[in-house]
């Protein structure tokens, strides 16, 4: 018999979410990385629009796992892994995701005022006009846009942390913890 006992794993909504909402950032990160330098062009007005609409997306995602989250549990961590893990590591873990989910809400928040005080509506999807967060406003557009980016930047460090954190678990301790945020085999 083995003294070895089963993780307590995320639920499926949980895990999609998290994977889901985790690549957008990823390649919303990477998308505003490359369209910031773009001359003006249709393809950088092009590129510009499906970054608001994917930001819009993302802020719904985040909505909808929040409310996952607030409503469901998520498992502790094992015993074995916290019981190792110094104070500074379970304080960073808690840190990092509380802070990985207001930015969630704030870099597409803000990147939504910057847009109506720069006098752009966003239009999601081409279809659906959205009000306008803030007025226009030309100086408060210079304060939002660099709050914006900074954001995006601050948020894009934490997604490293964690996942940096994830794959110290997986390869140097060997703890099975990412195994809990993983989908399940059939």
Known sequence: MSDIQPIARYSRVAVLLHWVLGLAL??????????ADLPFSPQRLKLYNWHKWAGVSILLLSALRLAWRLTHRPPELPEAVAGRMPAWQRVAHHATHHALYLL???VPLLGWAYSSAAGFPIVWFG???????????????????????FSAFAMA??????????????????????????????
């Open 26 to 35: 990823i390649a919303m990160f990477g998308m505003g990385l490359y369209m």
């Open 104 to 106: 969630f809400f704030a």
């Open 127 to 149: 279809a659906v006009q959205l009000p306008d967060f803030v007025p226009v406003s030309e100086s408060l557009a210079e304060v939002l846009k660099p709050l914006h980016k």
């Open 157 to 186: 460090a934490l997604v490293l942390m964690h996942i940096g954190a994830a794959l110290k678990h997986q390869w140097l301790d060997r703890d099975g913890l990412l195994s809990r945020m993983l989908p399940e085999r059939a």
